[in-house]
């Protein structure tokens, strides 16, 4: 049981490159989020699902897509990434609004 | 203002106790969590409480919710060097949106 995992770890990107976050969960859970944290701004909410198939915009979803295309599966994807995009990004999942389990975060550079 | 408010530190003698406050604005918010997070690592969820319950008490960690002036606290008794870190408040709004605070960062004094 791996609970919840993170692809990759680290990036670098160049500023209008693009690539895709990999958030998987083992645990059966409907509900799953992306984040992401910087300096003196906490978490904030990118983009949320609560269940298969279904996706929905969270606080700062501008710049992000996603798709929930598998239960377990949760893709984040940057079409062309800019420097304001460099952050640390945590998913987590939930089997319904109770204990949420984060990954270990994905450490983007965009230069 | 802002839908979830944190102070950003606090500093505690190692023994006593840390209450670490949060007020929230959206009063339909049906969870509200704490979570802890060290160096480097993600989040942990300490507890959490729905929004019908005043206080929720787990071995050191004690959670007071005043729903009517929307405060939200956590109390660690006898803090210890290993309760270092960022603790985030989170409430649960009815669209299941989460949204925390930026964090207290808890410091321990020896």
């Known amino acids: 049981n791996a609970g919840v995992t993170q692809t990759p770890k680290f990036r670098v990107l160049k500023t209008g490159q693009s690539m895709t976050l990999l958030c998987a969960q083992d645990?059966?859970?409907?509900?799953m989020y992306w984040y992401r944290q910087d300096p003196g701004m906490g978490l904030r909410l990118i983009h949320y699902?609560?269940?298969?198939?279904?996706?929905a915009k969270g606080e700062v979803p501008d710049g992000y897509n996603v798709s929930r295309l598998k239960k377990q599966n949760f893709l984040l994807g940057l079409e062309s990434a800019a420097p304001s995009q460099t952050s640390v990004y945590f998913c987590?999942?939930?089997?319904?609004?109770?204990?949420?389990?984060f990954g270990p975060g994905t450490r983007l550079t965009v230069t | 203002g802002e839908d979830v408010e944190q102070s950003l530190f606090l500093s505690v003698r190692e023994g006593d106790s840390s209450v670490i406050n949060c007020t929230y604005t959206?009063?339909?918010?049906?969870?509200l969590y704490w979570y802890k997070q060290e160096p480097g690592a993600g989040l942990q969820l300490l507890t959490y409480?729905?929004?019908?319950?005043d206080m929720k008490q787990d071995q050191r960690l004690t959670v007071l919710l005043n729903k009517k002036d929307k405060h939200l606290s956590l109390r660690i008794a006898d803090t210890q060097t290993g309760d270092s870190a960022i603790y985030f408040c989170?409430?649960?709004?009815?669209?299941?949106?989460?949204?925390f605070g930026k964090g207290t960062r808890l410091h321990i004094l020896p």
């Open positions: 989170a409430v649960m709004k009815r669209d299941d949106k989460i949204i």
């Open positions: 959206d009063s339909s918010s049906t969870y």
């Open positions: 409480i729905f929004s019908n319950m």
């Open positions: 645990m059966n859970h409907e509900y």
């Open positions: 699902s609560v269940g298969e198939g279904t996706t």
């Open positions: 987590a999942s939930s089997y319904a609004a109770g204990e949420q389990y």
